[in-house]
């Protein structure tokens, strides 16, 4: 009987260490393979893509490359898009009956990007005071919040009709 030694010295084999396009969990690896580069984020590993001024664009190409092909159902391969989106940090709502009411008619469909459920470019945090009493204070942050220096962004999709589904496009505006 031959040794594991013996056998493993007669294998070769490699490894994959380069980014994946998997983009689940909090430890996502979100590199450019596929097309898929949502900061740029060339290696994968620990680094994390942030969004900035500079960079967003290419996140609405990473965005729509999330996006290509043709699906039945827009809700559901949004939904997975945004999956991918928010390795980033940033997200935006989506009502499912808006949405493929849109896709059905040919209109656009329009969110906002937020960044911690706060709109860029606002400078505000209405929603932490919707739900406090008045003589209660809020918490003062230092600094301007992360959202406010990041322009305001919409992400508008529009579908296109093809076979059985529909195409998606995305630009920010």
């Not at 393979?33 to 609405?60: E, F, H």
């Not at 980033?88 to 937020?114: C, K, Q, W």
């Not at 919040?145 to 093809?162: N, R």
């Amino acid at each position: 009987m031959k040794s594991f030694k013996d056998i493993r010295s007669k294998l070769t084999e490699e490894y994959y260490d380069g980014p994946t396009a998997y983009a689940a969990g909090d430890r996502t690896n979100v590199g450019d393979i596929a097309g898929t580069d949502l900061g740029s984020v060339q290696s994968g590993g620990a680094n994390k893509p942030y969004p900035s001024s500079s960079n967003m664009d290419l996140m609405s190409k990473g965005l729509q490359a999330a996006l290509g092909g043709v699906y039945e159902d827009v809700v559901d391969a949004v939904t997975r898009a945004r999956a991918k989106f928010n390795a980033t940090g940033l997200s935006f709502h989506i009502d499912p009956a808006a949405m493929r009411n849109a896709a059905m008619n040919g209109t656009e469909y329009t969110t906002e990007v937020t960044f911690g459920d706060q709109p860029l470019g606002d400078n505000k945090n209405v929603s932490d005071a919707t739900d406090q009493e008045p003589d209660q204070a809020l918490p003062e942050v230092e600094g301007v919040p992360f959202e406010a220096t990041l322009p305001k962004t919409d992400v508008v999709f529009t579908f296109e009709s093809s076979g059985t589904g529909y195409k998606i496009n995305v630009n920010f505006a």
